[in-house]
């Protein structure tokens, strides 16, 4: 008797489910889960190691460094790579990021560039990919859902060793319009 009533009850409910979902009104999903994922919009993250160099020119990741000054016991440059966040729709013009690096002495604005050598005091994007076999990046600067760019940041002020330090990427501010009329 008591399991013929408990199979009644999970029938009742399994019925009141498949009513709700069946009847649902279509539209974007929602919940707690998608809603997080939605502000997500524009969220950068790192996708594998950052690496530091020794300030001794060359290159790194096949970009020409600028170095008047070599000292190999002090990091020069640093590489790492960018994507956007897991569920991200959106995209980052990552040209027109601000990209800074924090140490206790203070905080230095790289400025970007696009051609080789890069000088102390800039960074540039190295070379772009996407995290999906088989699937290119496109040519342009948006970091778009499942591209990857590898970064080169090249701080005008070389670190030291143990020296602790920050690396900002500030995709770019979109300015609202209110005055529509």
Do not use: K
């Not at 649902?24 to 998608?34: E, I, K, R, S």
């Not at 569920?87 to 604005?109: W, Y």
């Not at 760019?149 to 900002?168: C, K, N, Q, T, W």
């Amino acid at each position: 008797m008591l399991e013929g009533m408990i199979l009644c009850v999970v029938a009742i409910l399994f019925a009141v489910l498949a009513a709700h979902a069946l009847n649902a009104p279509p539209g974007h999903p929602a919940g707690f889960v998608y809603s997080a994922l939605e502000e997500t919009g524009g969220c950068l993250m790192v996708s594998g190691e950052v690496y530091g160099y020794a300030l001794t020119g060359g290159t790194v990741d096949g970009v020409a460094l600028v170095c008047d000054r070599p000292d190999p016991s002090r990091m020069g440059a640093v590489t790492c790579s960018v994507r956007l966040f897991v569920g991200d729709m959106g995209s980052v013009d990552i040209g027109r990021a601000a990209l800074e690096v924090a140490t206790a002495e203070g905080t230095e604005r790289l400025a970007r560039t696009a051609g080789a050598p890069v000088s102390p005091g800039n960074w540039t994007i190295a070379r772009t990919g996407h995290t999906i076999p088989f699937l290119q990046a496109d040519d342009d600067t948006l970091l778009e859902p499942g591209e990857q760019f590898d970064l080169v940041i090249y701080p005008s002020r070389p670190l030291a060793p143990g020296e602790r330090f920050l690396i900002r990427i500030a995709p770019p501010q979109i300015t609202p319009v209110t005055d529509l009329g």
